[in-house]
């Protein structure tokens, strides 16, 4: 079944503690994604990647960081969490060669950093 | 000015009528527009696509896109209890990789 996974679906942390959201793809996909939701804010992205090695900040990027090492995985890293990125994030993929650009998304990280 | 503005709703419509749900943008560089349904507590998932201007349907759903007016929106024909959800519209800057997402317009339809 194709489908973007991530883990762990649900997280409490407190603050300053480092963490690791992980993100994978099994379409093969060369483009993901990471975003956050937060009510009337909507989904802002934070980190998007065109392919292994090749990462670009969106338009949240503080306080995150992502690495690309292989084409499937594209992890979210928090080093120092803090309370205001406590969020619901989610993961997405596309591909270039999907005319109709879909991103497929994960099914959501339901983070709280207290 | 918000980069992609929804109106939150909600918006209320009977089961059988047409529900009409709208997005404006502020780049005019922006090519690529995209409707996404997510349920309450799930992950967005793509309804339509479309990037010239115009009608595009596909079912019961049709986008129509006004570059000139920074406009478009979503018909969902025959609407069904089912199609209760919000409903985020997106649009690139530049890329399509690069999505920016309105907050999105909850839609409920009653039996």
């Known amino acids: 079944e194709a489908q973007v996974t991530q883990n762990p679906r649900y997280l409490i942390t407190v603050t300053g503690k480092k963490l690791t959201v992980t993100c994978s793809q099994n379409m093969n996909h060369e483009y993901m994604s990471w975003y956050r939701q937060d009510p009337g804010l909507g989904l802002r992205q934070i980190y998007y990647s065109m392919n292994v090695e090749v990462t670009d900040k969106g338009d949240v990027p503080e306080g995150y960081k992502v690495s690309r090492k292989e084409k499937r995985n594209f992890p979210l890293i928090l080093e120092s969490p803090s309370p205001n990125q406590t969020s619901l994030y989610f993961c997405?993929?596309?591909?270039?060669?999907?005319?109709?650009?879909?991103?497929?998304f994960g099914p959501g990280t339901r983070l709280t950093v207290t | 000015q918000k980069e992609v503005e929804q109106n939150s709703g909600p918006l209320s419509v009977p089961e059988g009528a047409i529900a009409s749900l709208n997005c404006t943008y502020s780049d005019r560089v922006s090519q690529s527009f995209f409707w996404y349904r997510q349920y309450s507590g799930k992950s967005p998932e793509l309804i339509m696509s479309?990037?010239?201007?115009g009608d595009k349907e596909d079912g019961r759903f049709t986008a129509q896109l006004n570059k000139a007016s920074q406009y478009v929106s979503l018909l969902i024909r025959d609407s069904q209890p089912s199609d209760s959800a919000t409903y985020l519209c997106a649009v690139d800057k530049g890329s399509f990789q690069k999505l920016v997402f309105g907050t999105g317009t909850r839609l409920l339809v009653s039996p």
């Open positions: 479309i990037y010239s201007n």
């Open positions: 997405a993929s596309s591909s270039s060669t999907d005319r109709s650009y879909e991103q497929y």
